[in-house]
């Protein structure tokens, strides 16, 4: 292992080296969902989804793509509207080197899944509210 990846890893245990992670991962990220966008905008392939496209019926992660195109295009409203929770986790990804997720690890697991379970079935019902599939 060379001297910049060693300097790099230590750098996380530092609020600038954590700061500066984040600058990296948001410029990656602002990088790749202008590309996607743009690739999208080229040739879109449709429902991904293949519970939605086999079935009509959107699974809790619908809108994931939708999220990363909207937000390439610079339309975070409505990316936030596609999945709301696509945009938390990616916004807890992008900023985790600062450390706000330190105390999803010091939950039990039970605490943890039972979240998980909850974040799930509200995606899931948003989902479903968004296709039509539940009345307003």
Known sequence: MGPLTSRWRD??????????????RVGAGVLAAV????????????????LRRFTGVPCPACGCTTVFIEA???????A???????????LG?????????????QLSTVRRNTVLGVVLTLS?????HRYGFLPA
């Open 35 to 50: 590309a996607v966008a743009r690739l999208h905008d080229a040739h879109d392939p449709g429902v991904l989804c293949m």
């Open 124 to 128: 899931w019902l948003w989902q479903l």
């Open 72 to 78: 390439g295009h610079g339309h975070l409203g409505a």
């Open 93 to 105: 990804l992008l900023l985790a080197p600062l450390g706000p997720g330190r105390w999803w690890w």
């Open 11 to 24: 750098s996380a245990q530092t609020p600038r080296g954590a700061v500066l992670r984040v600058f990296a």
């Open 80 to 90: 936030l509207a596609a999945n709301p929770v696509a945009v938390a986790a990616g």
